[in-house]
């Protein structure tokens, strides 16, 4: 927030404020923040020279002043009108009470907490100008409010040029005019003009007697005859500009059988409130001016004037009587400076202050510039510091030394931390907590321990100026934090726990007193990271064995593939075969024990242990909570779109009755019919009734699971994201020959186990393949020859489950080594292996993952569109032999795009499932992306113009953000805000409405497209601004750091080079450089940041456009939203509940509701804030028939399911392992080994 000033500061600025120079001095004196005092700088004037000095006066008439004694009330309003007796400007001051009720403690001497008010700008009314001239004597409103948080005082102050111009005085007054006025005088008059010219004050004279008649009509009066021989000679024809100005009328009219002119005065209303601003309030300025210039004459110019003198009371005291600050605490023997015209030192005008303030003022002031601009707190404190100086105060001498006690610091000081550190102070905003950090380290580690204590010490004033935790406590030299206790053993958070111990083995034998402070490090990093290992050695000082991840759980039981469920009777008989009590054993078990539970997460407990209740996620009831859908390998996105489909009640209902909408595959039933203006062959007919049949049998599973969460299909992910007809061919191997596995499967019936293969046999499998693989073979080729299309190897499903989180496979070396003893060697093993690996399904999730990786959110949705209606027979024949269907109805729309070239006008009409809009890399409302997408533009190659409009509008209109851009070839992931709204209204974008046709909407959208290409113009030039060579600066920073470098090139060449030596460098830059640099980089900064504004009041002005066109609401639906960047991210959907009226979040398997609606539509601040990839809204009067968020019907867990059916309905036969009978270990005998004694 900007700093403020005390009603008396107010006062004084508005005292010396003159709008005429306000340009060429650079800033407003009465609402910009005074710059900064720099006592190495040339002094500035604090007034420019040429501003008026104003001597106000009251204007009683327009006025509503104070009453002596009577405090204001919440329904009070006071009015000073003014005008200046030097300039002639007019300055009301409007003090209103009224604005907010609920503040009901005014500023002034009878607060005890807010002596005086303290106002904020606010903003300006009548902004607008045109050109600079017009600008500069513009009228303006100027409105502030009072800082207090129980004060409802705000103030508007106007200023208005005078009614005459200089120009206008000199048509009045100039003697040569008034000459040739009489002599033109003569000739239209004749005999009957005068016979003397007039006088130089006879205008303003005779035109204040016109002007005083006219607020008090008399008979007789109201006419003045052109020819009248005293108005001929002064007026004439030349002040006929003026009189109208006024209010004068000039009418022809007719006497004696000819035409004569006559003027007649103006006839303003009775007297009505001071409040209002109306013609007699006009005329009274005028007679305020005339009055002015009138005595400005010498007295023995205006002998025999009809003009009586008006003196009215100076505006002064009335405006401190309005303001609350006509009797404040002043200190002894000091005076206002605007009684003197000397000027108060800059910190006063810093802090909001004037010099004759008392102490206790001075600290009020003080404390409220740094309440309400926290960001220069450091700067005001410099200003007290320095008044208590200046002013030899005790009282503020003390304040200053219990502020600073408690961490407050000067801008003077913290600039001298800056530079201790060899940072510009004037790159202290873009510089972060951790560059700081790391010039603090670097120093301390080549320092004595006295120059380490400066260093900590001015780190500590940092800590305290940027009020940064993390500074203060690298300052205080405690490790508290896991960052901090990181940093202090030089490690990246990203290590292992290894590294700890070695870099703590370092540390102590350097400096063997900072043991205790690295053992506390270690305990910290310990906890932090939840590490027993960390722990143990932190007691112990050695490091216990490592921590067995879940990824060598399953391949110690030689398992590839952890998305499919595993028979526990299978591990329990692998476990048996290791020893009880042995090492190897004790491993297994740990090993059996992860992959239990993780088996339970991912299936259910009921699949581990069929006797235990599920575990339960929340305590929703299950018939009234939609279910969570698990993520099996990024798919995050698709389960989101799963779950908006869900909602949509017609297509769940089409899909739950499919069989019913089945199209035939035959040649015949074929023929001619097109989805995607393709035709659709029979292969595709039959891929997309198979995903139709796993989307029935998934949306069936999430209305009847007796479970909070389901897992969608493999075959439905891969239907999903693979753009394939036969997605399963693609992804089989050729057959294998079993005699190369490790496993030797069984004897009637029992399982078979041997040793380990020799290692020349081991070579060409590497640890990390597959079971069944064959990898760099000269004999044989690739059994996953699909795979061989990338560089990269192969994935394996242990990589393929942590891939959504962004998590790295372990390396080589994290694998469990096998077990150092084998177990006993049964007989020769049948031919048909008992288990085979699931290999295939690995395959196919890596493809689900490589096709969600490179696929666009919009082209997921078209796809599982297009499916549907492959499979489905249509009702219809659309445009262009297009298949009419349920999908078309709902979600697609239609778009006519008209073309206007020199040749005539082109319609294209054009069906679309989604809008596709941008943000412009910009914080933007969704209205202006969607105006930008439908409204004028240039046809490429710049042949014409083009824009869009619906001509039907979809029931569901879904709209896409595109959020990748590319930056000089770069991708860059645009993570800027896009404001929706809870009900969108589609008008504008409609080729007509219930209450507008083509025609009208056509002449709304043309005033929206002129002011629209003025918003281009303007990021246009926003654009040339914000690009150069430097990345992250835009222009003025660029020519601001020029100037800064020129300026300390020529410090260091003055400061530091020799006499002699100067000669052999190259001439130092001349000094008017750097500031030719800095003010073009001020003025270009300025242009920005104006163009940042006139752009947003654009937008704001283009939705207004079509503010009453309401007819055609939408509400909204769904958001789709992400978190990450260009390498990846997370999906997950808010989905409104119309039924129940709320919001609930869609993250994989969690279901929650949201707690606040901010959360969905507000904008998220930080460095990776989550965004909107795609919203969808509904037709309003459909939302109940059309959407149905919650459809549960579970079964309860008791019922009985045939288990064959289940097994049916999960299986497919290349991505799960055959059942497995139970097997008998009991009596397995053994033909090689040593049989345990």
Same mark, same amino acid.
């Given at each position: 927030m900007a700093p403020g000033k005390t009603a008396p500061r107010l006062l004084q600025d508005l005292f010396t404020y003159d709008p005429r120079h306000e340009e060429r001095a650079g800033r407003n004196l009465l609402t910009s923040p005074p710059p900064q005092h720099d006592s190495k700088a040339p002094p500035v004037p604090a007034v420019p020279f040429r501003n008026c000095r104003h001597n106000l006066f009251t204007k009683s008439e327009q006025s509503l002043l104070p009453v002596p004694g009577e405090d204001p009330t919440s329904s009070t309003v006071y009015k000073v009108a003014s005008y200046c007796i030097k300039c002639r400007w007019h300055v009301d001051i409007l003090v209103d009470h009224r604005i907010d009720a609920a503040k009901v403690k005014s500023c002034g001497k009878g607060n005890e907490d807010y002596a005086l008010h303290h106002f904020l700008y606010q903003g300006e009314d009548d902004a607008n100008s045109t050109a600079r001239f017009e600008a500069q004597l513009r009228p303006r409103t100027y409105i502030f409010r009072c800082s207090a948080p129980q004060c409802s005082v705000q103030v508007r102050i106007s200023i208005k040029p005078p009614c005459f111009s200089e120009h206008d005085i000199e048509t009045l007054t100039n003697q040569a005019q008034l000459r040739r006025r009489w002599e033109a005088a003569k000739q239209i008059a004749g005999d009957r003009a005068d016979t003397s010219m007039a006088r130089r004050v006879d205008a303003p004279d005779y035109l204040n007697t016109y002007l005083q008649d006219s607020l008090k009509p008399a008979k007789g009066k109201a006419r003045i005859p052109l020819l009248n021989k005293k108005f001929l000679k002064t007026f004439g024809k030349d002040c006929d500009s003026i009189l109208r100005r006024l209010g004068f009328e000039k009418h022809q009219e007719e006497e004696e059988d000819t035409f004569v002119e006559a003027w007649y005065l103006p006839k303003p209303e009775e007297p009505a409130s001071p409040l209002e601003s109306t013609l007699r309030s006009k005329i009274e300025d005028a007679r305020y001016e005339l009055n002015t210039i009138i005595l400005d004459m010498p007295e023995s110019e205006r002998v025999g004037c009809r003009h009586q003198p008006m003196y009215p009371t100076p505006s002064r005291g009335d405006m401190e009587r309005a303001l609350a600050c006509a009797d404040y605490a002043k200190a002894k023997e000091r005076e206002t400076r605007s009684t003197n015209h000397e000027e108060d030192h800059p910190y006063y005008a810093s802090l909001g202050a004037v010099g004759d303030f008392d102490d206790s003022l001075i600290l009020f002031a003080f404390s409220r510039q740094g309440a309400v601009d926290i960001e220069n707190k450091a700067y005001y404190f410099e200003c007290l510091q320095d008044l208590a100086t200046g002013r030899q105060s005790d009282m503020l001498g003390m304040q200053v030394a219990m502020l600073a006690s408690q961490g407050l610091t000067s801008k003077r000081e913290a600039e001298r931390a800056y530079q201790y550190f060899g940072i510009d102070p004037t790159h202290a905003s873009v510089i972060g907590d951790d560059h700081i950090i790391g010039c603090f380290r670097s120093r301390l580690a080549d320092v004595s321990v006295i120059q380490a204590e400066e260093a900590r010490k001015q780190l500590r004033v940092l800590g305290d100026v940027r009020e940064s935790d993390k500074i203060r406590a690298e300052a205080s030299g405690s490790i508290e934090t896991y960052e901090q206790a990181m940093a202090f053993f030089d490690l990246d958070p990203s290590v292992a726990d290894d590294f700890v111990p070695t870099m703590y083995s370092l540390k102590t034998q350097d400096n063997p007193s900072s043991i205790e402070t690295a053992r506390k490090a270690v305990e910290i990093i310990a906890e932090t990271r939840n590490s027993e290992r960390l722990r143990h050695f932190a007691k112990f000082g050695t490091m216990s064995d490592p921590e067995m991840d879940i990824g060598d759980a399953y391949a110690l039981f030689d398992q590839t593939d952890r998305t499919v469920p595993l028979d526990p009777a299978v591990l329990e008989s692998v476990l048996s075969t290791y020893e009880i009590g042995t090492s190897e054993r004790l491993r297994m078990e740990k090993a059996h024990a992860l992959i239990q539970y993780d088996q339970s997460q991912r299936f259910g407990d009921n699949h581990v242990n069929p006797k235990r209740s599920e575990f339960r996620r929340n305590l929703y009831p299950l018939d009234k909570w939609p279910v969570g859908l698990r993520n099996i390998g990024n798919t995050c996105y698709l389960n989101s779109v799963l779950q908006f489909l869900f909602t949509i009640k017609p297509l769940r209902d089409l899909i739950l009755d499919i069989e019913k909408h089945m199209q035939d595959p035959s040649p015949e039933a074929l023929n001619n019919k097109k989805v995607g203006r393709m035709l659709v062959t029979a292969e595709r007919v039959l891929t997309a009734q198979k995903f139709v049949r796993e989307l029935r049998a998934l949306f069936e599973q999430m209305t009847t699971a007796s479970t909070e969460t389901v897992q969608p299909a493999i075959d439905l992910a891969s239907l999903a994201l693979c753009k394939s007809d036969t997605p399963v061919e693609s992804t089989q191997s050729p057959p294998m020959d079993t005699t190369d596995r490790t496993g030797l499967g069984t004897i009637d019936g029992a399982v078979v186990s041997g040793p380990m293969l020799p290692p020349a046999a081991m070579q060409s499998i590497p640890a990390e393949a597959p079971a069944g693989s064959v990898v760099n073979s000269d004999e044989a080729k690739p059994a996953?020859?699909?795979?061989?299309?990338?560089?990269?190897?192969?994935?394996?499903?242990?990589?393929?489950?942590?891939?959504?989180?962004?998590?790295?496979?372990?390396?080589?070396?994290?694998?469990?080594?096998?077990?150092?003893?084998?177990?006993?060697?049964?007989?020769?093993?049948?031919?048909?292996?008992?288990?085979?690996?699931?290999?295939?399904?690995?395959?196919?999730?890596?493809?689900?993952?490589?096709?969600?990786?490179?696929?666009?959110?919009?082209?997921?949705?078209?796809?599982?569109?297009? @499916?549907?209606?492959?499979?489905?027979?249509?009702?219809?024949?659309?445009?262009?032999?297009?298949?009419?269907?349920?999908?078309?109805?709902?979600?697609?729309?239609?778009?006519?795009?008209?073309?206007?070239?020199?040749?005539?006008?082109?319609?294209?009409?054009? @069906?679309?499932?989604?809008?596709?809009?941008?943000?412009?890399?910009?914080?933007?409302?969704?209205?202006?992306?969607?105006?930008?997408?439908?409204?004028?533009?240039?046809?490429?190659?710049?042949?014409?113009?083009?824009?869009?409009?619906?001509?039907?509008?979809?029931?569901?209109?879904?709209?896409?953000?595109?959020?990748?851009?590319?930056?000089?070839?770069?991708?860059?992931?645009?993570?800027?805000?896009?404001?929706?709204?809870?009900?969108?209204?589609?008008?504008?974008?409609?080729?007509?409405?219930?209450?507008?046709?083509?025609?009208?909407?056509?002449?709304?959208?043309?005033?929206?497209?002129?002011?629209?290409?003025?918003?281009?113009?303007?990021?246009?030039?926003?654009?040339?601004?914000?690009?150069?060579?430097?990345?992250?600066?835009?222009?003025?920073?660029?020519?601001?750091?020029?100037?800064?470098?020129?300026?300390?090139?020529?410090?260091?060449?003055?400061?530091?080079?020799?006499?002699?030596?100067?000669?052999?460098?190259?001439?130092?830059?001349?000094?008017?450089?750097?500031?030719?640099?800095?003010?073009?980089?001020?003025?270009?900064?300025?242009?920005?940041?104006?163009?940042?504004?006139?752009?947003?009041?654009?937008?704001?002005?283009?939705?207004?456009?079509?503010?009453?066109?309401?007819?055609?609401?939408?509400?909204?639906?769904?958001?789709?939203?992400?978190?990450?960047?260009?390498?990846g991210g997370h999906y997950w959907i808010y989905i409104y509940d119309f039924q129940n009226n709320d919001w609930r979040v869609y993250n994989d398997e969690q279901v929650d509701p949201v707690v606040e609606e901010g959360i969905v539509l507000d904008k998220e601040e930080g460095s990776r804030p989550k965004v909107s990839t795609g919203v969808v809204y509904v037709r309003a009067d459909l939302v109940d028939e059309y959407t149905e968020a919650v459809c549960r019907r579970p079964e309860k867990p008791g019922e009985d399911v045939p288990a064959d059916v289940e097994m049916k309905d999960a299986v497919l036969a290349d991505d799960t392992m055959p059942a497995l009978e139970p097997a008998d270990l009991k009596d397995v005998p053994v033909i090689e080994g040593v049989e345990k004694e």
């Open positions: 996953d020859s699909v795979m061989d299309d990338t560089d990269a190897a192969p994935v394996t499903s242990a990589d393929l489950v942590m891939a959504d989180d962004g998590s790295a496979s372990k390396s080589e070396s994290d694998i469990p080594a096998p077990p150092t003893r084998p177990p006993p060697i049964p007989p020769r093993a049948d031919p048909k292996p008992a288990m085979k690996p699931a290999v295939q399904s690995s395959t196919k999730i890596g493809r689900i993952e490589e096709s969600a990786r490179q696929q666009d959110a919009a082209e997921v949705m078209a796809n599982i569109f297009d @499916l549907i209606s492959c499979a489905i027979t249509g009702d219809s024949i659309l445009r262009e032999g297009e298949q009419g269907d349920a999908i078309k109805k709902l979600f697609f729309g239609d778009v006519t795009t008209v073309m206007e070239k020199p040749d005539g006008v082109q319609k294209v009409q054009e @069906l679309r499932d989604h809008f596709l809009v941008a943000t412009g890399q910009r914080d933007r409302s969704l209205y202006a992306t969607l105006d930008e997408d439908f409204g004028l533009g240039e046809i490429e190659g710049g042949s014409g113009t083009r824009y869009d409009y619906v001509e039907q509008a979809a029931p569901i209109q879904i709209i896409n953000v595109k959020r990748l851009q590319f930056n000089k070839g770069q991708p860059v992931y645009d993570h800027s805000h896009i404001g929706l709204e809870k009900t969108m209204y589609l008008d504008r974008y409609l080729a007509r409405t219930p209450t507008l046709d083509e025609a009208q909407l056509l002449e709304l959208r043309k005033a929206q497209w002129a002011k629209q290409k003025e918003l281009r113009e303007l990021d246009a030039k926003r654009t040339k601004l914000q690009t150069t060579g430097m990345e992250g600066m835009n222009l003025p920073d660029c020519l601001k750091a020029a100037g800064d470098f020129v300026e300390s090139l020529a410090t260091e060449k003055a400061e530091h080079e020799p006499v002699s030596s100067r000669q052999d460098f190259l001439p130092t830059p001349p000094p008017e450089l750097c500031d030719a640099l800095q003010t073009r980089a001020t003025n270009l900064a300025a242009d920005l940041s104006g163009i940042d504004g006139q752009m947003t009041t654009l937008e704001s002005e283009i939705n207004t456009v079509f503010k009453d066109c309401t007819s055609v609401p939408y509400r909204l639906h769904a958001v789709f939203t992400h978190r990450g960047d260009v390498k």
